[in-house]
Each structure stands twice: as structure tokens, then as C-alpha cells.
């Protein structure tokens, strides 16, 4: 049930827009522009908003109430000595308490404290399991053995990473290419979606980068900056949803609850 509310029901896609960005990196925008944003996402067509657990308060009522709700349980700030190693700042439990749909998880695969974040992983999979909520487990390569972090092999481990340890959408990078996205679509058992990354400037070349995640057969794209940094959110968050949802191109994977249930029975 919770999972639908995610996963846009017609195309069975899903276009998440990321908003967790303050905690690393300071406010997105001003207190009222923040409510504005959140307001452009829901109205236009997002499906989901991603914030940590303080945050939750300051969104509108309307949006909590039409806009899946994710709630991100780590991060650490950019001014830390080692700005990969993610702590863990809410559990399950807190974010069922708020309202969550879903939860999510950041991974940087490859940081010298990746033996601590894969636990924390596991651990809020093993919540996620016993409350019946869907996990979103950001799997990053970054870390100073990793030198191309949209290297397939490597997208293609962290998504089946976000699998193994019992995540039910794994957001990785964008490969850059429509073939080689497809390739790690195909590996995975997983609904994937595509992180946004900086800011392009344009939204058609934005509308063309995720119109070929979508030719993947992703399930959709978790777009933050590209979003709320645009001079035209509304007009941004439209143009994104009308590319995601539009009919066509290939279904994008997910797994079949009926054969999941059967084999965890």
C-alpha cells in the first residue's frame, strides 16, 4: 500500500524530488520559498518529496496529503572531516510516526567507513521488513579507490549492494548512456532510479537526460537540484512528470509482490 503511493499508479513510474540537501549543505531556499517548492512539486506532478524528519513539519498539509512522503535517515554536513562518512540521525519507527511512506538510506560504496553505512543499511532493512515500509537505498561508489563513479560495473554493483541487503528501490547514478543504464536495469531485481546530479541549466537538455533514463527501463529519477535550483520550478517539475509518465517505452522493473510474499512464506 505504501509502495503505491510512491509509484505513479498509470505509468508505474515514479519522479521523487529530493529535498534533504540543507543537512549536508545549508538551506535549499528560504523558509517560505522552501514551502513554495514543496507546494510546485505536488501540484505539477512529483510523486514524492524526500526530506529528513525535522524538515517534515514545515511542509504543506496539501502536499503531505496528495505527495508521497520519503524520510531520510542519515547524512553528515560537508564541513566534517570525512564528508562520505554518513551517521544515522532517525530510525523506522520515527518516520512511521510522521507519516512516511518510505525511507531512505545513503550509501557511499568505496568511503572508508562503508563497513559502518552497509551495517546501518541492513539494520533499517531490518525495520523496513517488520513495519511493512519500502526502503530507498542511495548506493553511491565514491571513495578514493573509486576514480568514475558512472562506471556501469560499478553502478551496476550498487544497485544489486541496495538489492542484497533487502532495499526495495536502489537510486544510483546515471550511467550516461541509454545502453549501458539498460544494462544495469537488467542486472538488477529492483526497481532503480537515477540520481539528478548538479544542475544542467536547461530544461530541455534535463527532459532529454531523463527521457533516456526512462528509455532504460528505470523506474524514474530522483531529481533535487535540478528542481529546486530551476528559475521556474513549476514549469521544471511539469515538463520532468509529462517525460516520466508519458506512455511508451519499456515497462520499468519491479518485483512481483505476490512472488515476493510466496517466497519469503
Not at 62 to 74: D, K, P, Q, W
Not at 79 to 91: G, M, T, Y
Request: some cysteine.
Amino acid at each position: 500500500m505504501r509502495l503505491s503511493r510512491l509509484i505513479n499508479p498509470v505509468s508505474g513510474r515514479t519522479f521523487v524530488v529530493p529535498l534533504d540537501h540543507s543537512v549536508a549543505d545549508g538551506p535549499v531556499a528560504s523558509a517560505a520559498a522552501f514551502r513554495d517548492i514543496a507546494l510546485a512539486v505536488g501540484r505539477n506532478g512529483g510523486d514524492a518529496l524526500l526530506v529528513h524528519k525535522g524538515r517534515t513539519r514545515f511542509l504543506p498539509r496539501e502536499v503531505v496529503r496528495g505527495t508521497a512522503l520519503v524520510v531520510h535517515l542519515n547524512g553528515i554536513t560537508r564541513h566534517a572531516p570525512d564528508a562520505n562518512a554518513k551517521v544515522r540521525l532517525a530510525e523506522v519507527e520515527e518516520a512511521l510516526e510522521l507519516g512516511a511512506d518510505a525511507v531512505s538510506i545513503h550509501i557511499n560504496m568505496g568511503s572508508a567507513t562503508e563497513t559502518r553505512q552497509l551495517t546501518d543499511l541492513a539494520q533499517a532493512a531490518e525495520g523496513c521488513a517488520r513495519w511493512g515500509v519500502p526502503l530507498m537505498a542511495m548506493i553511491y561508489p565514491r571513495g578514493p579507490r573509486i576514480s568514475d563513479p558512472t562506471d556501469p560495473e560499478l553502478v551496476a554493483h550498487a544497485a544489486n549492494l541496495a538489492a542484497d541487503l533487502g532495499a526495495d528501490i536502489a537510486k544510483v547514478p546515471y550511467t550516461g548512456s541509454v545502453d549501458t543504464m539498460s544494462e544495469v536495469v537488467r542486472s538488477c531485481p529492483i526497481g532503480i532510479i537515477t540520481a539528478g546530479g548538479a544542475p544542467l541549466g536547461d530544461d530541455d537538455l534535463l527532459a532529454k537526460v531523463v527521457g533516456d533514463v526512462v528509455a532504460s527501463g528505470a523506474l524514474g529519477v530522483a531529481m533535487g537540484r535540478n528542481v529546486f535550483e530551476s528559475p521556474g520550478v513549476a514549469r521544471t517539475v511539469r515538463r520532468l512528470a509529462e517525460v516520466i509518465h508519458r506512455p511508451g517505452g519499456p515497462s520499468p522493473a519491479l518485483p512481483d509482490p505476490v512472488l515476493t510474499a510466496a517466497v519469503q512464506v
